[in-house]
């Protein structure tokens, strides 16, 4: 009788362990595959990131040239009265 009670007292939480596990388990290979996505996307925001660094960089040359560009314009406009 008491072999019973032990086993019942050992097994009984080890099957609601089990059972509690299982959804989790069968879930695991989704959070893979999600997992995996984040981090090609991860991987994509950081090139897009550094194309926007370049972008903005090209941006600001630009609107340099563009500024030598209107002094020079204004001096000429200035000498031709």
């Known amino acids: 009788m008491?072999?019973?009670?032990v086993?019942?007292?050992v097994l009984?939480?080890?099957?609601?362990?089990?059972?509690?596990?299982r959804p989790v388990l069968?879930?695991?290979?989704?959070l893979r595959r999600a997992a995996e996505a984040l981090?090609?996307?991860a991987v994509e925001a950081e090139a897009l990131r550094?194309?926007?660094?370049a972008l903005q960089q090209r941006a600001e040359e630009v609107q340099r040239r563009l500024d030598t560009t209107s002094r020079r314009l204004a001096v000429i406009k200035a000498k031709r009265g």
């Open 50 to 53: 550094e194309t926007a660094e």
């Open 12 to 21: 009984l939480p080890l099957v609601a362990l089990a059972l509690a596990v």
């Open 26 to 30: 069968a879930r695991l290979p989704r």
């Open 39 to 41: 981090q090609r996307r």
């Open 2 to 5: 008491l072999i019973w009670i």
């Open 7 to 9: 086993l019942a007292v």
